[in-house]
């Protein structure tokens, strides 16, 4: 079974400072990543996903992911967050073959921007 | 930590028969849940969203008549798929949302529904 990790709980930045947020997975296939964000009171949205392809993964408002199979990892980046960009940040995988598959999420981080 | 158990985590049915899939908050009050599917290698899509005591409001596109939620207490949410075909096999996941704690969203371990 698939699990996947997110180190940082809770990160508090100022604006326009860089961030990035860790992910590591474990499983023993090739798997499908991606990170969501959950603005307050909202529900889940997909930020980017890594099915495939170049690891590098730009997704919306500015934010990208690297996918670095040697270390299991897909770290979140964006070069300049913004006050709106707090919100709460998860990992998540699946495997990538078959069916349907169960998409596991990490345990979540809290981002505060403070303006 | 907050924990969210979904249950069943795997159920074959007949084309036909009906489906539930059980959401429960065990250490925490959750206001509001949310109901997801996920399509072969896709990301999830929201199909409800629903707080304790009053009617689910259901995204565009989603059968409210298929998809039965139910919010009845601050720990439980079901969802039935009525009439389920094989079209409706995928994997679904739930989500609640603690009120002490705003903004915390717990995920469900997900049910992987197949309809044969």
């Known amino acids: 079974a698939q699990s996947v990790s997110q180190h940082n709980h809770h990160v508090i930045l100022s604006e326009a400072a860089s961030l990035e947020l860790g992910c590591n997975y474990s499983?023993?296939?090739?798997?499908?990543l991606f990170w969501y964000v959950q603005y307050p009171g909202q529900h889940l949205q997909l930020l980017l996903k890594?099915?495939?392809?170049?690891?590098l993964v730009k997704g919306i408002k500015g934010f990208e992911a690297e996918f670095i199979k040697s270390k299991f990892s897909f770290n979140l980046r964006k070069p300049s967050v913004q006050w709106s960009d707090t919100a709460e940040y998860f990992c998540a995988v699946s495997p990538s073959s078959g069916g349907y598959q169960k998409v596991t999420f990490g345990t979540g981080t809290k981002l505060q921007v403070i303006p | 930590g907050a924990v969210v158990s979904q249950h069943p985590s795997w159920v074959i049915c007949k084309s036909g028969t009906s489906v539930k899939i059980e959401c429960r908050s065990l250490d925490f009050q959750a206001t509001t849940m949310f109901w997801y599917r996920q399509f072969p290698k896709q990301s999830l899509m929201l199909m409800a969203t629903?707080?304790?005591?009053?009617?689910?409001?259901?995204e565009q596109g989603v059968e409210k008549d298929k998809f039965l939620i139910n919010h009845a207490s601050l720990t439980l949410s079901t969802l039935t798929v009525t009439s389920a075909h094989p079209e409706d096999s995928s994997f679904y996941i739930c989500?609640?949302?603690?009120?002490?704690?705003?903004?915390?969203?717990?995920f469900g371990s997900g049910t992987r529904l197949t309809v044969v």
């Open positions: 989500s609640a949302r603690e009120a002490a704690r705003p903004g915390g969203y717990t």
């Open positions: 629903s707080n304790e005591g009053s009617k689910a409001t259901y």
């Open positions: 499983y023993g296939g090739t798997v499908n």
């Open positions: 890594y099915f495939s392809g170049d690891p």
